[in-house]
Structure formats: C-alpha cells, structure tokens
C-alpha cells in the first residue's frame, strides 16, 4: 500500500501554484506599499507561548494544537496562529526602540487539529500582519483599508463583504458581560451544550457560536456597542470616520466578537457567501495589553490573519501560463549537441524552451510538443545541421521556415518576448 498524506493535509499541485504565486505577490506589494516588511518565524515554538498568548480557554489551545515532547523533554507547539510568534520576536529581538508603529508581516503554514471539511484544513496558509506600538484609531482604519486593497489587488472585493466591531475595553467587559448573563441564563435550555458551557467560561464566546439551533437566541441578544465605555465608544467612532474618509464600505456587526481571548476595541472579518460554512476569510483587531503579557513593554497592537487557502479558492480555475515557448527537436546524437548549448543560451535570456533528447521519431516529439501546449516546434536533423539551419514550425498554422542555428538563440528570446509567445 502506498503512503498517503496525513488526514487535513494537503499538496498544492503545479497546476494550482500559478495562483499562490500570485496571491503572495499581491500580499508582498499592498504590504510593503504600507510599509510593512517581512519577518519570517519559526514553525514551532515553546508551548507556553501559545497557552499565554492566546489564551488557556480558547478551543485552539485547548483541542487544536500539535503539541509534543522533543528529545530533551521540552514542550513545544507546531503554530496554530502567528501573531503570538510574532510578538515574541518582537520582545526578543528590542523591536520596541525601533520608530512606532513597528509594522511587520509574515506568511506561511499553520498547523491546527480541526475537523476538516472543503476550506478547512489541519495545514493551512496564513497571511499576518501587525501593526505595533501605536493606539490611535487612522491605525485601526489604515490596517483595513490594507486588508481590502490586498482583495482589490486580486479582484476580490466586489465578492467579499467588511465587517466591523468594537469588542470595547477592560472597562467594557464586566458590565456587557452581566448583560449577557442576565439575558441567557433564562434561555440556556435553547443553547447547544458547547454553549452552556460557554455560560460559565466566557459568555461572549456564545456569540460567536455557528450551530443553528443557536442562532435565534444570538441574534436577540444584547448588543456589545451598548455597553462600550466613553473611550472604546470615542475610539470606534473615530475609525468608521477614518473608513468613510477612504470610502471603504463595511456593516457594523455587534456579534463580531472573534475567537481568540486577546482583542479589545477594534475587530473586524472579511466574509463571502461562495465558500459554505467555511465563510471567514480573514479576520483581526486590537490585542492592546497583549505584548505586556507575553514579558514585553506596554506597547499595543492590531493584526489580523488572512487564510490563504480561501483566497486561492476564491480565484477559482484561473488559466496558468506555463506553457514553453518552443520545443527543441533534435534527432540524434550530433543535433543534440549542438542544441544543449543554444537551449542554455535561450534560458539564461529569460526564454522558457524545452529540448527533447534525439531519442523519439519525430512524430512523437510533435505530438508531445502539442500536448506540452508550445507555440513552436525547433526541429534539427543530419540535414538541417550540415545546413547550419534549424526548422522553425509554428504549432498552430503548420507554417514552417528555416532560421540559422546562429541565430536560433535570438530567434526564440523574440518569440518568447511576443505577447501571447505560447498557446
Ligand atoms: P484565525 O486565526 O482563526 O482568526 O483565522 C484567520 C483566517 O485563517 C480565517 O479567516 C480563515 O480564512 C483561515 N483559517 C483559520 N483556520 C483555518 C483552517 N483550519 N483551514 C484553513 N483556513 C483556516
């Protein structure tokens, strides 16, 4: 029996990477026009960093995560999310001194023990960025409007919807807390179990809840935005009049109170209705007291995580150039050697060409040059090389005429160079 990959894991394939490429690209030039510079982080870390900077009650920390002894004994943890990564580098490396905000982003693979279902996966593909060190609310604005010109920059954002949220401040939680308590405990009968479970740990959560049996009592539940303090209340009014200055389109969605235990203030997702359940395609906020407690300086934060595999997804079956310009067709031996060289030649200049190796009839070199998708087929024989001339077919039209092996190499960096060099 052959080895399979591991349940939840999964290969991107060459015929998918043209749109990884892409989506990497997009994220690298939005970033760095913000500002942002690149700071990658190690795949796994010591396990506490995560118990304490996500957060002990949360579902990651509690049921999601690759934790293992290493061969010393010591505990660590494949990353479920990157921000906590992030943050210890931060500390670590005196990030602080540095002019405020600090920004930095990183992209790579995640590691979560979900379920997994189309779109969720237990390796999966975040982009993550942060802005450090700086309270004021153009931030918050400035780190959405980024978030949505990465869509834009993919042609996504017509098909994505912003959703917005305060979540308020260490002020705000007892009292909204209460409220919710007050306002569930009489309905607990109609939550799921996980729910009521939830009633003790951490109500808020409970808004956060997908089954649908919940979601009447949800959507009737008092609103977060009521119970906000003078200065959360100041602060999210202030970013909505920095998005509208950007005319950045979003719905304030009181029940936007995301999963992980850290964000005060500011949070937001991006939506679409095209992926089924697996509908967040990114989301974010404020973390302000969080370097704090990981052992840093009292310097703020707001990040948010991009899911990769969604946006990939998103992009659908687009056409992947990847075709070679031409086919080099030697047959036999003494062609070969001649057309080694000139391939190199053409390749090193940027020309994307393939050579076969002399040793199929010539019919079936013309017929893998058609599956291969090439615009043109280079054929030398005995002939053609005591000619010094090479054959140059053009795959389409059949329309064949002789070109100096000279000046075969400039030949096909000009055909490569044509729009549309290959079908
Ligand atoms: P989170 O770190 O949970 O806020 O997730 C941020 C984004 O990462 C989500 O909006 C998803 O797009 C993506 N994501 C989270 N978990 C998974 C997963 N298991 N598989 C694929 N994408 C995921």
Redesign the pocket.
Known sequence: MPIKAVRGVRDILPAESPRWQRVEAAGRSVFEAYGYREIRLPLFERTELFARGIGEATDIVQKEMYTFEDRSGDSVTLRP?ATASLLRAYIEHGFQVQPKPVRLYTMGPMF?Y?RPQA???RQ?H?ADVEALGETHPAVDAEVIAMLMDFFGALGLADRLELHVNSIGDAGTRPAYRARLLDYFAPRSGELCPECRGRLDRNPLRVLDCKTPGCQPVIEKAPSILDSLTAEAAEHFERVRACLDAMGIAYTVTPRLV??LDYYVRTTFEVLTTELGAQN????GGRYDGLIEQLGGPPDPGIGF???L??VVLLLGDEASAAAPVAVLIPLGDAALSRLLGIAREARRRGARVELGYGTRKLQRELERTNRLGAGFAVIVGDDELARGQALLREMKSGAQRGVPLEGLADELVGLAARPGAAR
């Open positions: 999310e979560r979900e779109g969720r996966y999966f975040q995301r999963g967040a395609v990114a989301g995580a991009i899911g595999e969604r």
